[in-house]
């Protein structure tokens, strides 16, 4: 009755009565037995035992009430009151039968009690268990101890029956619900589940408790580690390569109360901290490796702080194999979702990379040569290749500390740490600039200036400072593993870095090594020509200048390849970016390797004269965009314009055929524009076979419909016939491969009954030219083309081209070259002259008062042409006989003429009517006909001729007083 009245006792949380009662629960057990029965002062303790050793007691009734009963039971307070008296009656009754045979439930029943949540509770069953331990025979001893360090490893603890009353959290620590109740019992949580309609939660409310008790269990277990690990040392000795790495890893606990347990059973197991981690230090880092990725972030935050503590200023060489793993995980945990294991993921990152720079020191021989084998593939590819911005930035700080210190171990790395460094040059580049790059796109001079300065920064980045390192180390043994690394990522490359960065890097190991190179210029070659179509002009230039260092090392025929390649290119491609990709590889070719340019000249110029015609696009500026570019190798190439069309002429007029046989528009035009270069150029000097050549293909282009910029064709067999005259002329050229004169007059008169009227101004203009220089008779045919449009009224006033209409100005520019045109076919045949002087002249003069100013600098023109070659004015008798016909020419010509003469806002006008003017009065007076013109003109004349001496022009003014002496004084 006395016990189980002490027994009741168990509910109050009072320690200090707990350690009375416990007390008390002892000596009622032993009843006589016990100690306190015996008379200190008149008995022995020899003469205690043999009285009571015959009689009864209760302590084993009362260890099974204590280990079935109160130890299970699922009140904490009641299973601390347990704990307490258990511990009492070990310690008062250790010697006793029933006890040392009852010592493994004892032991079972603390080590349950360990995994309390009350700190109390389990450093009381800590002291249990070194009681326990006391009192325990050897093999009692090892097994206590394999069961502690079970529990240590893995957290297992005894199981308790939960109830509605079992209490799962500390009261406040998930604070409480809205009407102030405590969320601790499994009730409690199972009342605010439901009332969240969220049954799941209870689960994740049991995860969690599960994962405290866990925790709990085996900072109980650490208590009595603590304990017996200063007796235990024999029977520990078999766990501590298995302890050793764990405990080191618990020191790190982010639980300060866990950390400080596990702390001090390291220093009860370790007495020589330094010792004993260099002896098991593979055994640790292999126990990180795997707690680094758990899924409970306090034991991957405690693996990242035991890794950043591990590994300074130890000796690592037994270790070397570990770190690239090691780096691969802490990369990985550097991007993890909490905060603070992300911040001791940064300490262990921060810490390998100085761990690893050290040791991958050339000085440190084959140790050195291990590491760097492991970690510089594992940084390259989990570091750089990363999408996190921080783990990029200690991956690319560690490469290029690495890259200083390794020297020539880094040799066999050189290909994966040269492509791997070039890729990233892009990736690495603010994000802002593609933005700003996307944004600006359509203004081209601003696109330019930015990748200039992208490109710019990107050579003196850390990562091209560690690329240009590496170059010093790349010989014969790199490269073919290098090599076929670096045109693939050439042709894969998209980053603008990247890009320039392999060109840069091909430009330097030609320069470093170029002999070896030799043998893999081709391949370079070809990679770098397909990167030649690039949007960019800044790559466009780089890989321009890359292919100009190549070829310094090239084989001929890889550069006469590469040649024929481009011209193909230029040739086929519609293209304009590929056109002056063909450009900026050429002149890079001439900048860097003239000595290569001069060796393929007759291959490589006429294609850049082909190209110097290119027409210029409107607006286009001044540098890559036009013919500038082309324009610089023909002139350093060349001794001269001339002097270079006469060394290639058969390879030009080749390649000009070929452009004008093209099925390209623009491409005949440009063949046509570089035939009239020629032509104007060598002039008389050009004959056959190459003129004929010239012509016939010429002529075959201007067959068939009329197409844009066609008009070319017409300029340049104009510029050919008026240029070659004397070689086309010559009889001993009339062969069936040269064009005769009249096959191309034939050819043209032709193209002037076209439709297009853009077209029909250059085929008028180039007939009028022809016919003028080779002076021959097609009037007739020429004026019934002309004459209708030229008839036809239309008001015009002297700004309708600058205000009107496409038409308008078309139209306007069509009657200009159809009047010059006229003049210029003007033929000196009499005959011919007789049958249409009079319609000529007759319209000539109507045409001034009627057309704009241009059209009528043009009929002023027309007249001075066909008072040259008037034949009735440079015979004096025929002129007496045909005096009336003058006269009447005279009384048309002479009023409109007085208008031009009077025209005050154009000069030209002015200029243009005086000099027909001063020929038509020479021409009679020189004839002493100038009684031809009637008094009342001559007056008119005089009057404006009067007005000019005044003219602000002075040749003006000084010809029109000449001609005023020539006319009768006024009176």
């Keep these: 009755m006395v016990i189980e009245g002490l027994l009741d006792c168990a509910q109050p949380k009072q320690f200090d009565l707990h350690f009375t009662v416990g007390d008390a629960l002892v000596c009622a057990a032993m009843g006589p037995c016990s100690p306190a029965a015996r008379h200190v002062w008149t008995t022995t303790e020899e003469d205690f035992r043999a009285r009571v050793k015959d009689h009864a007691d209760d302590v084993s009734w009362l260890l099974d009430l204590l280990l079935q009963k109160y130890v299970t039971s699922n009140n904490p307070h009641i299973r601390q009151a347990s704990c307490i008296w258990l511990v009492s009656v070990v310690k008062g009754c250790s010697s006793h039968t029933d006890v040392q045979g009852k010592l493994h439930e004892i032991q079972s029943a603390f080590m349950g009690l360990l995994s309390e949540s009350d700190e109390l509770t389990q450093d009381i069953a800590s002291k249990g268990l070194g009681l326990v331990y006391d009192n325990c025979s050897k093999e009692q001893k090892d097994k206590l101890v394999a069961s502690l360090v079970d529990t240590l490893m893995t957290g297992k603890r005894s199981k308790h029956e939960v109830t509605s009353e079992t209490k799962v959290f500390e009261e406040g620590s998930l604070g409480t619900t809205p009407d102030g109740k405590n969320l601790s019992t499994y009730k409690e949580l199972c009342s605010i589940a439901t009332d969240l309609n969220q049954p799941d939660l209870i689960y994740k409310f049991m995860h969690l408790a599960n994962h405290n008790a866990l925790w ?121 979702i909490k905060e603070s294991v992300r911040i001791a993921a940064d300490l262990a990152c921060k810490t390998l ?231 900026v590889t050429l002149r890079a070719i001439n900048e860097t390797s003239p000595d290569v340019l001069k060796r393929h000249t007759a291959l490589a110029l006429p294609l850049v004269f082909l190209a110097m015609h290119e027409k210029k696009k409107e607006g286009s500026s001044e540098g890559d965009n036009n013919t500038t570019v082309w324009e610089e190798v023909w002139l350093d190439a060349t001794p001269g314009t001339e002097g270079g069309i006469r060394l290639y002429l058969k390879e030009l007029v080749d390649i000009m055929q070929t452009a004008l046989e093209s099925q390209s528009w623009h491409m005949k035009a440009q063949g046509a524009a570089a035939m009239s270069t020629v032509a104007s150029k060598l002039g008389e000097t050009l004959g056959p076979p190459h003129l004929g050549q010239v012509l016939k293909a010429l002529l075959v282009g201007l067959g068939g419909r009329t197409w844009p910029g066609k008009e070319a064709l017409l300029k340049s067999v104009a510029k050919v016939c008026v240029s070659c005259k004397s070689a086309i002329t010559d009889p001993l050229n009339q062969t069936e491969d040269q064009p005769s004169i009249d096959q191309i007059t034939n050819a043209i008169m032709k193209e002037c009954r076209k439709e297009n009227l853009a077209y029909k101004i250059e085929a008028v203009r180039a007939m009028g030219e022809i016919l003028d220089c080779y002076e021959i008779d097609r009037f007739q045919e020429f004026s019934d083309i002309l004459y209708p449009v030229l008839k036809k009224e239309t008001k015009n006033t002297d700004d309708d081209d600058d205000r009107g209409s496409e038409f308008t100005r078309l139209n306007s520019k069509f009657k200009a070259t159809a009047f010059d045109s006229l003049g210029l076919a003007w033929p000196a045949v009499k005959e011919t002259q007789e049958e249409h002087r009079a319609e000529m002249w007759l319209l000539l003069s109507n045409s001034i008062s009627t057309s704009t100013w241009k059209e009528q600098v043009a009929v002023l023109k027309s007249m001075n042409k066909f008072l040259d070659k008037l034949v009735m004015l440079q015979d004096g008798a025929l002129l007496q006989t045909q005096s009336a016909n003058v006269t009447t020419m005279v009384d048309q010509v002479i009023p409109p003429l007085c208008d031009c003469l009077g025209n005050i806002k154009y000069s030209t006008i002015r200029t243009e009517a005086l000099e027909v003017t001063y020929k038509l009065i020479h021409k009679l007076t020189g004839a002493s006909q100038l009684s031809l013109i009637q008094a009342e003109h001559q007056l008119k004349l005089g009057q404006v001729l009067d007005n000019m001496s005044n003219d602000n022009i002075p040749e003006l003014k000084d010809k029109a007083k000449e001609l005023r002496k020539l006319l009768p004084s006024q009176r």
């Excluded at 050195?368 to 989990?382: F, Q, S, T, Y």
């Excluded at 043994?477 to 670096?486: F, M, V």
């Excluded at 045109?487 to 894969?492: A, G, K, P, W």
């Excluded at 392999?502 to 002999?515: D, E, G, H, L, V």
């Design 216 to 336: 709990n269990s085996r900072k109980g277990a650490a208590f009595g580690f603590s304990t017996i690990a200063a007796q235990a040392g024999e029977q520990l000795a078999p766990y501590l390569p298995k302890i050793v790495p764990r405990l080191y890893r618990y020191q790190f606990d982010p639980n300060p109360k866990i950390q400080q347990a596990m702390t001090s059973i390291w220093h009860a197991v370790v007495s020589d901290n330094k010792k004993t981690v260099d002896t098991y230090l593979k055994q640790i880092v292999q126990d990180l490796i795997k707690t680094l990725t758990s899924n409970q972030w306090r034991v991957r935050e405690s693996s990242c702080l035991a890794v950043n503590d591990l590994l300074r200023g130890r000796q690592l060489d037994d270790v070397i194999e570990e770190l690239p793993i090691l780096w691969e995980i802490c990369l990985k945990v550097r991007d993890d």
């Design 353 to 583: 990379s100085r761990v690893s720079v050290k040791v991958c020191d050339v000085n440190n021989g084959a140790v050195g040569e291990r590491a760097i084998r492991g970690v510089m593939p594992c940084l390259l590819k989990n570091g750089l290749g990363s999408q996190v911005e921080e783990v990029r930035g200690i991956s690319l700080d560690t490469i290029v500390k690495i890259s200083r210190n390794a020297g020539a171990l880094l040799k066999p790395h050189i290909p994966l740490i040269v492509t791997a460094l070039l890729e990233s040059l892009s990736g690495l580049e603010p994000q802002m600039l593609n933005y700003l790059s996307l944004r600006i796109g359509s203004n081209q001079a601003a696109q330019d200036k930015l990748d200039t300065a992208r490109i710019a920064a990107s050579k003196m980045s850390p990562m091209m400072e560690t690329v240009n390192q590496c170059v010093q180390y790349v010989d014969a043994s790199i490269l073919p593993e290098l090599i076929p690394r670096l045109t693939e990522l050439i042709r894969s490359g998209v980053g603008l870095g990247t890009k320039a960065g392999c060109a840069n890097f091909i430009m330097s190991i030609t320069r470093q090594c170029p002999q070896d190179v030799t043998q893999y210029a081709g391949k370079l070659l070809s990679a770098l020509l397909n990167g030649l179509s690039d949007k960019s002009t800044s790559i466009r230039r780089s890989y321009g200048m890359a292919i100009g260092h190549v070829v310094k090392i090239a084989k001929d025929s890889s550069v006469d390849k590469l040649i024929r390649k481009l011209k193909v290119w230029y040739m086929e491609k519609e293209d304009a970016t590929a056109r002056l990709a063909c450009g």
